[in-house]
């Protein structure tokens, strides 16, 4: 079991908008930035957000994260063919002293 | 903004070890450190630990603790995480990240961007 959770899959018709949860704790997301990456298969991931809510640039403001106490989320409007891919919360973890990633969902555009 | 460029495909026998390298350039290599994550079929993504580029210190996971080594050469700004005792269980995609964490007083994991990510193949 990873120690940040996520739903296994979401799903949206292009041009909708889907939102993805990654629930924490106190020692981790309760006190540490939260990041969002996103997997496209066969290349590396991408950070679509950093430090909660900032995009790196080239990041379309399509993407949004947000946090709040123990948790985050990362919003997705406008869907896209090219958005089906796997999406990971991670950060970092003070009781466990070490990186730590939800266990991904997989957003599909019907 | 930088870039992370690792070394290629392996392919291993069950109880080898594999050395992976991660050469980076466009930055200040002691800047930042460089967070190990690994991703095997089927699996999430799974941190392996962090080095400092600055001074070489390191944190490791606790599940690979006693099993990895990472290390850097700063003349070359080049960070290497070796992986010993490999089992069929190691075979996934191994990628470094420049880590906005450089130092001993910050959280690690704090991901700028990704190398291109190395299969290793871990299989008799």
């Known amino acids: 079991q990873s120690v940040l959770t996520q739903p296994p899959s979401v799903s949206a018709a292009p041009g909708q908008k889907v939102t993805i949860s990654c629930s924490g704790s106190s020692s981790n997301i309760g006190n540490h930035y939260i990041s969002w990456y996103q997997l496209l298969p066969g290349a590396a991931p991408k950070v679509l957000i950093y430090e909660n809510n900032k995009r790196p640039s080239g990041i379309p403001d399509r993407f949004s994260g947000s946090k709040s106490g123990t948790s985050g989320t990362l919003d997705i409007t406008g869907l896209q063919p090219g958005d089906e891919a796997e999406y990971y919360c991670g950060t970092w973890d003070m009781g466990l002293s070490s990186g730590v990633f939800g266990g991904g969902t997989k957003v599909t555009v019907l | 903004q930088g870039q992370l460029v690792q070394s290629g495909p392996e392919v291993k026998k069950p109880g080898a070890s594999v050395k992976v390298s991660c050469k980076a350039s466009g930055y200040a290599f002691s800047m930042y450190g460089v967070s190990w994550v690994r991703k095997a079929p089927g699996h999430g993504l799974e941190w392996m630990g962090w080095?400092?580029?600055?001074?070489?210190?390191?944190n490791y996971a606790q599940k690979f603790q006693g099993r990895v080594t990472m290390t850097t050469d700063t003349f070359t700004s080049t960070a290497y995480m070796e992986l010993r005792d490999l089992t069929s269980d190691d075979t996934a995609f191994y990628f470094c990240a420049r880590d906005r964490c450089s130092g001993s007083n910050c959280p690690r994991a704090q991901i700028d961007f990704w190398g291109q990510g190395t299969l290793v193949t871990v299989s008799s």
């Open positions: 080095i400092s580029g600055y001074s070489g210190k390191t």
